[in-house]
């Protein structure tokens, strides 16, 4: 299954190499040479370009979680009514000019992007063990010695998800936890590059989300 996506995605992840080289040729221009910093800016150039649809899945996240309350009581109450429940959860749908499912297209025209860059640097060659070295990191294509990376990345999975949640049922609970920690633990075996891609990401989306969170706020200060 593993190598068919990464045959799937092959085309992606050439370009994402040929992207991170010219990255590095950036880093290297300036006197830093890194392909550690290459990463990070890849990274960061990629959630740029994505951040469009970012701002419509926090949208329809911020509306579905808007609309919440009124599900509740909805479903509360129709209950033992399925089909008029659907019907009348419809109607609230389209009174509020929600499209429960335009969360979703954002995400999947992002998945193939961010499926190709984990592949591209799972198994990244590095032209030399120099070049793979990155501040703590003896090689960016081993799992981080000191771990400093994978409590990274569990750490600001959590934020991310803590940023986006308002209500905390008991599958939400367990997702809060859950999550952070896996992705925690899968990073202990991955190649610390990829590790980095990934907190960095966050990192990124944190502050994205922040950044469109706080609008609304803004604008109401302001008025």
């Known amino acids: 299954m593993i190598e068919f996506f990464s ?6 992840q050439d370009l994402l190499h040929v992207v991170l080289e010219l990255l590095y040729t950036v880093t290297d221009s300036v006197g830093l040479g890194s392909y550690g910093l290459a990463i ?13 649809l970012t701002v419509k899945q926090v949208k329809s996240m911020k509306a579905m979680q808007e609309l919440s309350p009124k599900m509740k009581k909805l479903q509360e109450k129709y209950k033992d009514k399925p089909q008029i429940m659907q019907q009348k959860v419809g109607e ?9 499912l335009a969360g ?35 090689s960016m294509s081993d799992p981080d010695p000191y771990y400093i990376l994978p409590v990274l990345s569990a750490l600001t999975t959590f934020l991310q998800q803590k ?61």
């Not at 045959?7 to 992606?12: A, E, K, N, R, S």
């Not at 800016?41 to 994505?50: G, P, W």
């Not at 609230?92 to 429960?100: I, Q, S």
């Open 104 to 138: 979703c297209l954002p995400l999947l025209i992002q998945m193939p992007i961010l499926m190709g860059m984990y592949y591209a640097l799972y198994n990244f060659q590095y032209p030399s063990p120099e070049a793979a070295a990155f501040m703590w990191l003896p």
């Open 92 to 100: 609230l749908y389209k009174e509020a000019g929600v499209n429960p």
């Open 163 to 223: 940023q986006t949640t308002t209500e905390m049922n008991q599958q939400m609970k367990i997702m809060m936890i859950g999550m952070p920690i896996f992705i925690g633990w899968i990073s202990l075996n991955f190649p610390s590059g990829l590790v980095l891609y990934w907190v960095t990401m966050n990192v990124v989306q944190i502050a994205q989300q922040w950044w469109m969170y706080r609008e609304p706020s803004k604008k109401k200060g302001a008025a």
């Open 40 to 52: 990070i800016l890849l990274t960061i150039v990629i959630k740029m370009i994505l951040y469009p």
């Open 7 to 12: 045959t799937l995605l092959q085309p992606i």
